[in-house]
């Protein structure tokens, strides 16, 4: 069945993105916000956020948040910073440097492309790390820094390598204490938790907080209902299916922003081919693009989908 009046692909590709422009928010975020809030206070003077400060010397905490590829684990994270009252950037200050482990992912590429992310545009190259990670303390306190946010930090410990990484988080310590101290989130696949959490040391600094997978029992109608939602808002049909939620959390290994994904493909499918009505072999074209595997192997057309073991 097709729609009456076919749409242009300028038409279609401006509606999905629209739906990928949406944040989607749930008990995720207010759980990370308030395992964030305990980090962090508000100046009652200025309104601006500090860090909390927990020990004699001055020492902060940090988070380390861990989800599967796909997740919606750097959504999460991006969207609580911004959301933050005593986070807002002026002129002058940057409460919040973000970066994105560099390639190759090392302890100097991140130091540099920290130092860029706060604007910093000398000679940093010419500097060894640590004098790079000190040149980035004085650019966090001068810039009033309160959260030094990486993401991906997973590939700074590769294949859950652990003989670098007392290293690593000995330097990450020093910009979470003395004067300009910095919270510092770390955000990765599960393996990031298991590589850094060798000792108490650790465990005692950053705190884990791990994205739940959804699930039928408690995040069905959930999902069901965003998949009306962003059907309705392009104008498609609903489909019909009592298995095909629990076949999108199978497809998407129970991950909440790969459910999100494989939904917005079979509707992007759908209404390329100018379909009325999405159903669930739109959702099996875009399992076969995502993981070009054979119909014996597609969650969406075999009978046996719940066992069917996927890839993480």
Request: overall charge neutral; hydrophobic content about 40%.
């Amino acid at each position: 069945m097709t729609t009456e009046t076919q749409r242009s692909t300028e038409e279609i590709r401006a509606a999905i993105s629209g739906i990928r422009g949406t944040y989607i928010a749930t008990k995720r975020d207010s759980d990370f916000a308030e395992a964030f809030d305990r980090l962090i206070s508000l100046n009652q003077e200025t309104e601006a956020a500090e860090p909390i400060k927990f020990t004699s010397t001055g020492e902060t905490r940090g988070i380390i948040v861990v989800d599967g590829a796909g997740g919606g684990k750097t959504s999460l994270v991006q969207r609580g910073l911004t959301m933050h009252p005593g986070l807002k950037a002026t002129e002058t200050t940057k409460p919040v440097v973000s970066i994105t482990v560099p390639n190759p992912a090392t302890l100097k590429s991140v130091a540099q492309a920290a130092l860029k992310a706060t604007g910093y545009t000398g000679g940093e190259k010419k500097r060894t790390t640590w004098e790079q990670f000190e040149l980035l303390r004085a650019r966090f306190k001068m810039l009033g820094t309160v959260v030094f946010w990486i993401d991906e930090a997973h590939d700074l410990f590769p294949h859950g390598s652990k003989s670098e990484a007392p290293h690593i988080l000995k330097t990450f310590k020093s910009l979470m204490q003395g004067d300009g101290a910095v919270i510092v989130i770390l955000s990765g696949v599960e393996s990031l938790w298991d590589s850094i959490s060798f000792d108490h040391q650790v465990q005692r600094r950053y705190s884990k907080f791990e994205l739940p997978p959804v699930v039928a029992a408690t995040d069905s109608k959930l999902i069901w209902k965003l998949l009306v939602s962003f059907c309705n808002r392009v104008g498609l049909e609903p489909p019909q299916g009592a298995d095909l939620v629990n076949r999108i959390f199978h497809a998407s290994r129970q991950r909440f922003g790969l459910c999100i994904e494989q939904m917005i493909s079979a509707i992007e499918i759908a209404l390329l081919r100018g379909d009325a009505k999405l159903d669930a072999k739109h959702f099996a074209d875009a399992f076969f693009a995502q993981e070009a595997c054979s119909i014996a192997d597609n969650v969406f057309l075999s009978p046996r989908w719940s066992s069917l073991k996927l890839i993480a």
